[in-house]
């Protein structure tokens, strides 16, 4: 029987005292109620009273961040907008307050960040530290981003474009209307509304073409006619047709004039100034309005032609 009972007591931890001396009902019994109390008030229950004020001081921690994130999201907010709200006051141009807004999102989101660490414990020098550690090792991995960043930089200083100009890329012949200048890219919208995305350490570092700098551009182009046409006739064409365009600017001067004699026509052109604004549709218009009166006027426009002759067989 006491061997059974030592058999059956073997796992009972060993907290609970004189289970080797185990003769009776009775002494079962008090080794139960020894247990009992060890359970009661043993280590279990102290290391979750220990636990306690950590876990509750942990429970509100995060409660208050939280709350700090809430009520940090919407002061960011707030900035933001008084700050986008005061460049619009001030007429600041929109690329300058694209490139601000950026830039001002990211200390703002990353001083939150040291604010809800600060709330866990973490001492403001240590996250310096860190932050610092991490910025240099940032800085190191991602050079073509700083560059595009100082890019931007000088964008904005030096003003080649500005938001809503028309350029061309020299490098990789990208083209379009400016849409916005971030911190690292500047974003074109193509004639065909298509998205281009150039960094700006691209657009800081190589030529490239303003097209819609100046208010008004020249429209500079060539017709050729035939050596057979009458070449006074046709310039006297041209002429009347840049004198009557209404949309030419008057008190800029205009020309019409022999440009090159070709190897199969006489090549005339024509210059004269247009608003920016209208240059495509005036270009376009002109290029018909060519073609129509030289047809009513006899000349001709010539055109590369290959003529085959079939030679007769010898018999």
Not at 16 to 39: P, V
Not at 85 to 111: A, K, M, Q
Request: a negative charge; proline letters at 2%; glycine letters at 6%.
């Amino acid at each position: 029987m006491v061997s059974s009972m030592t058999f059956l007591t073997a796992d009972v931890p060993a907290t609970i005292e004189n289970m080797k001396d185990i003769s009776s009902t009775e002494d079962l019994k008090d080794i139960a109620e020894t247990a009992t109390t060890d359970i009661k008030t043993g280590a279990f229950q102290k290391w979750i009273e220990g636990m306690m004020p950590s876990a509750l001081s942990f429970f509100w921690s995060v409660v208050i961040a939280l709350i700090a994130w809430f009520i940090g999201v919407r002061i960011i907010h707030l900035v933001r907008g008084i700050v986008r709200r005061s460049f619009i006051r001030h007429e600041v141009e929109e690329g300058v307050r694209t490139f601000v807004d950026s830039l001002l999102r990211i200390v703002l989101y990353l001083s939150l960040i040291i604010v809800i660490l600060n709330i866990f414990g973490f001492e403001t020098t240590s996250v310096s530290a860190a932050v610092a550690s991490l910025g240099v090792t940032i800085g190191l991995a991602m050079q073509g981003s700083l560059s595009n960043f100082a890019g931007g930089v000088l964008i904005l200083v030096l003003h080649p474009f500005r938001v809503g100009d028309y350029i061309v890329e020299d490098s990789h012949g990208n083209e379009g209307t400016v849409q916005s200048i971030s911190i690292f890219y500047t974003k074109l919208v193509t004639l065909d509304n298509r998205v281009v995305v150039i960094p700006n350490g691209t657009l800081a570092n190589s030529s490239l073409t303003n097209v819609t700098e100046c208010d008004f551009r020249m429209i500079d182009l060539t017709v050729g006619i035939a050596y057979s046409a009458d070449l006074r006739k046709a310039k006297e064409i041209l002429s009347k047709l840049v004198e009557e365009e209404e949309g030419r600017i008057a008190d800029k001067p205009s020309s019409v004039f022999v440009r090159e004699l070709n190897s199969s026509s006489v090549d005339l052109g024509y210059r004269f100034y247009v608003k920016m604004s209208d240059y495509w549709k005036i270009r376009w218009d002109m290029n018909e309005k060519i073609k129509l009166a030289f047809d009513e006027a006899g000349i001709e426009i010539p055109f590369p032609q290959l003529t085959i002759h079939n030679g007769d067989s010898a018999e």
